[in-house]
């Protein structure tokens, strides 16, 4: 558990070397697992206006943020992070469930990253695989198919091959994504759901393949774009057996490497402090919160999801670019998890129809009664409703009971405005690289920008704010 979860500070500093020092080394590697760090305040400096300075402000503390700050701080400059919420991480969230700890947000890693890779190497962090089921259930025509997961794979690797055919080819190098941008042109526009209608697919392929894909979508297979799965798929390595094997968990949780990071930048981070408005002026950007404190920095960066951007207020105002990414949203709208404790101790994966109240069930880990399970619910389920929810479990395993659930609509969080981004039609060739670019001394970074794994992955925060930090150390 991340004990900066629940903290109610609203102002955390501290570093490495502070830690061994006060409580040695046994409270470091506790707080680097995301348990209890420390708080301390830091000194205030004003400039004659009154306005809080820094070198640089950041908006979010989340891992693009968090890469943000650490960029800078080993460059010597100063950073204020204003986190809205009371915890760091953004739409990462680690936390305890049943007693044991779970990612209400991201959950998973992989091999294929190589920033984060890099990054955990460098905190000595080690990665574990996550639980492997011993049974898939498929949806049929007839109803749901009981398979081993090699069974699975087998059935489902060629229909994922088809349904990505050519995008090795406009997607040449996946962690440069407009190499190929003559290609582009023909596929962007599609949405997930115009490839599936393009190929040959029986009643029971299509389900198998729209399930997914309308899960990925936070809904309908229409909101998610071809080319942002596909070149999640060419990056992982461009199978569905190597797509899967990004499933790695970090020891101490997702919220581990960024409870590092932070500790490493001696991050000055202001919690329950949402920003209301960023303006530009005179070489110096003023950044006022809802509780009318302001502070100002030669430059800012935006570290939080593009579907926030618009209830925050830029003067000037956003370019083109950025402007159509906040109006239409890159963050899927109708994004829930739930954490489901569960009578049977049996590690199965259910996966259903596009439509169907909860689109994926997946084993996790075995308690001493019963296991965890977690849920991808669709629109259509109200998670609120306990009832509605066992119904909805019960319609993918008959003989399960649920002893108790947790979810969490990221969709209506007020932070987020959606869940993990995924570009939708159009959005690779119309926003890109422009949304990358500052504007002025306005910086944007977050997973939704990143070039290579954008939106659902840390590694995408990592990139984009790697790119930020360097954009601001040429402004200084």
Known sequence: ????????????????????????????ATAASGMTAGIARAATK??????EIADAIIIGAGYAGGTVARELSAQGMSSI????????????????????????????VGAQQVLVQRELSRYGITTEIDVAPERMMLPSEN????????????????????????????????????????LLE????????????????????????????????????????????????????????????????PAGGMIALLDAMLDDAQADVRFDSPVTSITESGGQVTVETTGGATFA?????????????KHISFQPGLPPAQAAAAGDGIGVPHSKKMWLHVSNKEAVTVQAEEGAPIAMLMAAQELEEGRLMVAFPGPSLDTSDAAAVRQAVQQLLPDTSVLEYRSQDWGRDPWSRGGWGLRRPNQLLDLFPQIEEPHGRILFAGADIAQGW???????????????????LSLA
């Not at 900066?4 to 470091?28: D, E, F, V, Y």
């Open 297 to 309: 920095a030669p430059v800012v960066v935006v570290a939080t999801p593009t579907n926030v951007w």
């Open 186 to 249: 023909g596929v962007d526009w599609k949405s997930l759901a115009d490839r599936l209608d393009e190929i040959a697919l029986s009643p029971t392929e299509f389900m198998r393949l729209n399930g997914e894909t309308s899960m990925y979508s936070g809904g309908p297979s229409t909101i998610g774009a071809l080319t942002g799965m596909a070149q999640w798929f060419q990056l992982a390595g461009g199978t569905y057996g190597s797509f899967l094997s990004t499933a790695d968990k």
């Open 81 to 108: 992070i204003l986190e809205a919420r009371d915890r760091i991480g953004g739409r990462i969230w680690t936390d305890t469930f049943a007693g044991a700890q779970v990612e209400v947000g991201g959950g998973w």
């Open 46 to 51: 004003r400039n004659a206006a009154g306005d």
């Open 143 to 182: 109803g749901f198919e009981s398979m081993t997961p090699a069974e699975a794979l087998a059935v489902l690797s060629p229909l994922w091959a088809e349904f990505y055919a050519g995008a090795d080819d406009y997607f040449e190098r996946p962690s440069e994504p407009l190499y190929r941008r003559d």
């Open 1 to 28: 558990m991340n004990s900066r979860a629940s903290r109610p500070a609203t102002q955390w500093r501290i570093g490495r070397r502070s830690l061994l020092k006060a409580a040695g080394a046994t409270a470091a």
């Open 454 to 472: 954008h939106g659902a992955y840390i590694e995408g925060a990592v990139e984009s704010g790697l790119r930020a930090a360097q954009q601001a």
